[in-house]
């Protein structure tokens, strides 16, 4: 199972990677508000549940804090790192220890009850899935901006052999 939670994480980086290259490539992408809140929310949420699996207080940045794409850009790359270093040091036994979120009281909200128990590896399984999901909402705004968004499913990244990613360069505005 670490294998496979893994290979989904390293398709992940491959994955926003090849979308922060399209977004820079994009007309309009720099400046356009749906994008880049979008953008945010899939790394506020990958570095969210980051500091529940390290027990670090979450640095919540806004949107707002970043003065371009580009500053986003590298805060969300800057996930990569601390992430794998995360799951190298994992052990298969670690993976059904219960976790605590600290946003669960909304949850009892949202959903009319309290959660169900969580384990490490529903987390680490909801991040792969969550940013899935958003990374298609991107992909379809950069449609609506007028360019064609990347093959980034999962099996496109296994047809061109389990690349690495390709983080696109700063531009000189960074």
């Known amino acids: ?6 290979d989904l994480y390293r398709h992940m980086q491959w ?15 720099a400046d356009d508000a749906v994008l880049r809140a979008r953008l945010h929310h899939i790394h506020l949420v990958q570095r969210g549940f980051l500091s529940v699996w390290n027990g670090k207080p979450f640095d919540r940045r806004e949107v707002a804090d970043f003065a371009d794409l580009d500053a986003l850009r590298e805060w969300g790359r800057g996930y990569y790192p601390e992430a794998e270093a995360f799951l190298d040091a994992l052990e298969d036994r670690d993976l059904d220890a219960g976790l605590e979120l600290p946003w ?13 128990a969580t384990t490490l590896r529903d987390t680490l399984l909801q991040v792969a899935a969550h940013s899935t999901y958003h990374r298609g909402q991107v992909n379809l705004r950069l449609r609506e901006l007028g360019t064609t968004p990347p ?12 690349p690495a990613p390709e983080w696109p360069a700063t531009t000189a505005s960074a």
């Open 151 to 162: 093959l980034v499913d999962y099996i496109a990244w296994i047809w061109h052999g389990r």
């Open 15 to 29: 994955a926003d990677a090849h979308v922060w290259r399209a977004a820079g490539e994009t007309a309009g992408a």
């Open 104 to 116: 669960a009281a909304h949850l009892t909200e949202l959903l009319g009850h309290a959660p169900a």
């Open 1 to 6: 199972m670490r294998e496979v939670i893994r």
